[in-house]
C-alpha cells in the first residue's frame, strides 16, 4: 500500500512517501481502509514516534493516529462492527498510523462515523475532540464554573470552548486578534488578544485554566486560578517539564470508544462543530506536516485525503 513514513535523516526528520505492508490486525483489532487522516504537526516530536514501548529506538514511523475510512478486515474477537462500516478513530500511539491507504486499530479505538460529516470532516475530529474531553473530565468542569482556555482557536481548543459551553460553564480564551470574533462565535463569552494584553490582569478567581500553549503562558496561569482551581495542560512543551504541578497537569490523550460515540452524538445534533483547515492528498503530506499548505481556510486542522476518495 502507499503510505508516508518518517526516514530520519542524521538530525532531521523527513516524511517520505513509500511502499508499505498492508498491516494485519489482531483479534481485537479492525483493519481500517482509510479515507481521510488528521494532521498534528507536533506529533513528530512526540516520543511515541521516536520510540518503541519497550524504550527503543523506533524509525519508520506512519504518522497521523486520527482516520475516518471503512473496515477492511476485522479481527477474529470483534463484536459490534461489520466489513464495510463507515468508522472515524485514534489508533495507539506507538502503532503505524493512518497517513496510508490502510491502518489498523483496536475496536475500543473507533465508532461509527457521524452520518451528517464528510471523511474529511470526521478524521478532523478525534484527537480534539477526545483530548477536551478528556481534558475537561480531569478538570471536573461543572455548570456555572469559570474557565480559561489557552489556544481557543487551536484544533484542540475550538472543541474545548464548545463543550464546556456544553457543559453550561463560562468560557474565557486567549487568541490572537485575527480570531477573536472566531472564538466569540464558538461559545467563549469573552476572547482576550493575547498579542495585546496579559490575560492575568484581566481575570482571575477561575476554577478552570486549559492550557493548550505551554511555556510561558503556562507558568503565568498559576495565578489566575481559585483556592481549588483545577489546572489542564497538553502542550507539547509540557511533557518533559520537571515541575511537579506541571507534571501532575499534563496527560495525552487515548483512544476511546463510548466517547467517540458521544461525540459523534453531538456533532450530528448540530451541538458540536468541526473545522477543517484543508484538505490536501497524500503526496502533499510532508507539506502539512510542516505546515507549508497554501490554501487553507483558516481554522481547524489540515486533513490528508486519499486519492479519488474526496467529498465522501
Ligand atoms: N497531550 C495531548 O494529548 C495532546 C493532544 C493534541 C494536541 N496536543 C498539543 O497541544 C498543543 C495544541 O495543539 P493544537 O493541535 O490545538 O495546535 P494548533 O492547532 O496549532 O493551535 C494552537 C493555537 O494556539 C494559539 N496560540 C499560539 N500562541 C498562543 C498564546 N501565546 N496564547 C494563546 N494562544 C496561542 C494559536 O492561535 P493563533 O494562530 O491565532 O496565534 C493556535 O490557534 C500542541 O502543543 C500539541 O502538540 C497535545
Redesign the pocket.
Known amino acids: 500500500m502507499r503510505a508516508v513514513q518518517l526516514t530520519a535523516l542524521k538530525t532531521e526528520s523527513v516524511l517520505l512517501e513509500t511502499d508499505a505492508r498492508e498491516p494485519v490486525p489482531a483479534a481485537t483489532e479492525v483493519r481500517v481502509q482509510v479515507y481521510a487522516a488528521g494532521v498534528?504537526?507536533?506529533?513528530l516530536l512526540?516520543y511515541p514516534t521516536s520510540h518503541n514501548k519497550d524504550g527503543s529506538a523506533r524509525t519508520g514511523a506512519i504518522p497521523g493516529h486520527e482516520f475516518s475510512g471503512v473496515i477492511a478486515v476485522l479481527g477474529a474477537d470483534v463484536k459490534g462492527f461489520s466489513i464495510g462500516d463507515e468508522v472515524f478513530g485514534l489508533n495507539d500511539w506507538f502503532a503505524d498510523g493512518a497517513t496510508a491507504e490502510y491502518c489498523v486499530s483496536d475496536a475500543s479505538g473507533i465508532a461509527p462515523k457521524p452520518a451528517t460529516l464528510t471523511h474529511a470532516e470526521a478524521a478532523a475530529v478525534p484527537?480534539?475532540a477526545l483530548?477536551a474531553w478528556q481534558g475537561l473530565e480531569r478538570a471536573r468542569l461543572e455548570a456555572g464554573q469559570g474557565i480559561l482556555v489557552?489556544?481557543?482557536?487551536?484544533?484542540?481548543?475550538v472543541f474545548v470552548i464548545q463543550m464546556a459551553r456544553l457543559r453550561g460553564a463560562h468560557v474565557i480564551t486567549?487568541?490572537?486578534g485575527?480570531?477573536l470574533d472566531f472564538v466569540l462565535g464558538l461559545g467563549a463569552e469573552r476572547a482576550i488578544d493575547?498579542s495585546a494584553e496579559r490575560f492575568e490582569e484581566q481575570v482571575q478567581d477561575l476554577d478552570v485554566v486549559f492550557d493548550?500553549?505551554?511555556g510561558?503562558?503556562l507558568r503565568r496561569s498559576w495565578s489566575v486560578l481559585k483556592p481549588g482551581g483545577r489546572m489542564v495542560t497538553?502542550?507539547?512543551?509540557s511533557?518533559a517539564a520537571e515541575d511537579p504541578r506541571i507534571k501532575d497537569a499534563?496527560?495525552?490523550?487515548e483512544p476511546n470508544h463510548q466517547q467517540l460515540v458521544e461525540i459523534g452524538k453531538l456533532l450530528d445534533q448540530g451541538k458540536l462543530r468541526v473545522f477543517v483547515d484543508a484538505e490536501v492528498p497524500l503526496s502533499e503530506a510532508a507539506a502539512a506536516y510542516s505546515r507549508k499548505v497554501e490554501s487553507r481556510r483558516g481554522y481547524g486542522?489540515t486533513v490528508i485525503v486519499m486519492p479519488g476518495l474526496q467529498n465522501r
Open positions: 498534528t504537526p507536533t506529533e512526540w484527537i480534539g483530548t489557552h489556544g481557543g482557536s487551536g484544533a484542540v481548543g486567549t487568541a490572537s485575527r480570531s493575547y493548550c500553549v505551554g510561558d503562558t497538553i502542550a507539547s512543551n511533557e499534563f496527560f495525552i490523550v486542522k
